[in-house]
C-alpha cells in the first residue's frame, strides 16, 4: 500500500480551467481535483509541455459546488505530466483570490 505523501487535503472537481503558456497559446482544461498549493488539470493537448514550465491558469469556479461564482487565477509551474491525461501543477503565485482558494477547498489559514 503506498503512503499518501500529501501535506494538504484535495477536493474532487470538475470545474473549467484556462491554461495559458506565453502570451499567445491558451489551452481549456477541466480540474479533476484541486488543493490550496496544487491541482490536477486534465486536458487534450499537442503543445509540448515539459515539467518545471511555468505557465499561468485560470479556473472558473460554479456557483453549484459553493455558492458564489468567481475566478482563481495565478502563475504555476508543472510539476508532473500524465500523457493523455494532463498535467499536475503546484501554484507559485495567485492573484487576488488566494483566500477564495481556501474557501473552495475547504481549508482556514
Known amino acids: 500500500m503506498q503512503e499518501n505523501r500529501r501535506q494538504h ?32 488539470v486534465r486536458m487534450k493537448s499537442s503543445v509540448y509541455m515539459k515539467i518545471n514550465d511555468e ?14 461564482e468567481g475566478t482563481v487565477s495565478g502563475e504555476a509551474r508543472i510539476s508532473r505530466i500524465a500523457p493523455g491525461e494532463g498535467i499536475a501543477i503546484y501554484f507559485t503565485k495567485l492573484m487576488e483570490g488566494s483566500s ?6 475547504g481549508h482556514t489559514p
Do not use: H, M, Y
Open 55 to 68: 505557465l499561468g491558469f485560470t479556473i472558473k469556479c460554479s456557483p453549484e459546488d459553493n455558492g458564489s
Open 100 to 105: 477564495r482558494l481556501q474557501e473552495l477547498v
Open 9 to 40: 487535503n484535495r477536493i474532487a472537481s470538475n470545474w473549467p480551467v484556462e491554461i495559458s503558456i506565453g502570451s499567445q497559446v491558451v489551452i481549456q482544461g477541466r480540474l479533476k481535483d484541486l488543493s490550496v498549493k496544487s491541482a490536477f
